[in-house]
DNA sequence: GGGGAAG
DNA sequence: CTTCCCCAACGCCCG
DNA sequence: CGGGCG
């Protein structure tokens, strides 16, 4: 049996199950606290001070515009945060960050940072760690609530960038990314990548869910409800991106050096490793038009999704109306000797 | 973006 | 008080 | 060891 043929027998199968299911679990997901939120920031006062979690905090340089192209400012990206904090903290909280930091905007010089030891409020959490680069102890950034939230935006973070594992579990990662990187790829391809990879998962029952990047990819992420280790998220990410990869090798590739990659897309899966990031769901992204990295429902990956259909602009109204379709990733993890059993028993392994 | 030194 | 300057990652991988 | 990579 060659693995296409057993992709399609299963396809039918899971699709089946979907359509039942599909009465029962279609109910909107409620996300506490995400009900008619006012503004935080008002339109006009440079630098304004608010108590957000017991905290007062001082936001600066409010009206400089961070996505020229959009007239975009800072102020508009913090009543963001704050508008959407309801729905992006579950992915989010108890998980360091590392920091990408835009303080003049988009356009202007850009620098991460991972070292916030001495630097923030006392009342921001950190995670401490050793860096072997200079032999010092730092602390990461952790974002545990709202303020936390507000604090890395209020530093010029227009991406939020968070560990995949959490403080109490920090070596065992809540999901696997597969992170679809086109190059000189058509979008339809990238859509095309996508689907495969969901019926190949669907074949083993693995569940998955897909967002834009914002930029130009999509993410799939796997549920591994921190019960496998790093190695073990890279090392099923590899699989998947190898079978992939053996389906669709006109355009895709697993080369992790650009020039050996031939302009095709890098099915990206070295992200699940130890401190390595993709931005969440719900970040912005420092691109033209101000996108947002949103989750996708399965029947929405097709020819005319466009990434920047999602926006600073629309973002909110899409959750108000859809709520939070991206809980499934913080289910239970996946069974990783059932499905590896499954990979062996249908693709030889 | 923010802190500290210099002007 | 303003202006200037400086600082702000990391670890794996491969040749 | 240095450079590429995201
Ligand atoms: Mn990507
Ligand atoms: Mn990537």
């Known amino acids: ?30 996300t506490p606290g995400a009900k008619e939120r006012k503004s935080l920031l ?7 001070v608010r108590n957000i979690c017991g905290h007062d905090m001082k936001f600066t ?3 400089k515009v961070y996505w020229p192209k959009d007239n975009v400012t800072k102020r508009d990206m913090l009543n963001y945060y704050y508008q959407v904090a309801p729905y992006i903290l579950p992915y989010v909280k108890d998980k360091p960050q590392t920091l990408n930091r835009y303080p003049n905007g988009i356009e202007g010089k850009t620098f991460y940072q991972k070292d916030v030891k001495g630097k923030a409020p006392e009342w921001v959490k950190t995670f401490p760690y050793h860096s072997y680069t200079d032999g010092r102890d730092k602390e990461f950034s952790v974002i545990t609530d709202e303020a936390s939230l507000l604090y890395v935006a209020s530093l010029g973070c227009i ?4 560990w995949s594992s959490k403080t109490q579990t920090p070596d065992n990662p809540d999901w696997c990314i597969i992170d679809l990187d086109p190059d000189k790829n058509t979008f339809e391809q990238v859509i095309e990548a996508a689907c495969l990879t969901k019926s190949l998962l669907d074949a083993i029952e693995v569940p998955c869910y897909c967002k834009t990047s914002g ?52 099915i ?7 401190q390595a990031t993709v931005a969440g769901p719900y970040s912005l992204r420092p691109k033209p038009g101000a996108p947002v990295s949103m989750p996708l429902h399965w029947d929405e990956v097709k020819p005319g999704l466009s990434i920047r259909d999602f926006t600073i602009f629309n973002a909110i109204d ?3 109306e859809q709520g939070d379709i991206f809980t499934g990733v913080l289910g239970e993890g ?6 590896v059993k499954k990979i062996e028993s249908l693709f030889g392994g």
């Open 334 to 339: 996946i069974d990783l000797n059932e499905t």
């Open 318 to 320: 899409r959750l108000k």
């Open 61 to 63: 340089n409010l009206s």
């Open 215 to 266: 930029s130009t990819g999509l993410h799939i992420y796997i549920p591994f409800g921190a019960k496998y280790d790093y190695e073990q998220s890279k090392e099923f990410g590899r699989v998947i991106a190898k079978l992939v990869h053996a389906q669709l090798p006109e355009f895709t590739s697993i080369e992790r050096k650009v020039s050996d990659r031939s302009g095709k897309m890098y």
């Open 1 to 30: 049996k060659n693995a296409k043929d057993v992709v399609r027998e299963n396809e039918v199968q899971t699709v089946d199950v979907v359509k039942e299911q599909k009465t029962l679990v279609e109910k909107r997901v409620i």
């Open 268 to 274: 990206d899966f070295l992200q699940n490793r130890p």
């Open 159 to 162: 991406e939020i960038n968070p």
């Open 42 to 48: 008002n339109p006009t006062d440079e630098t304004q």
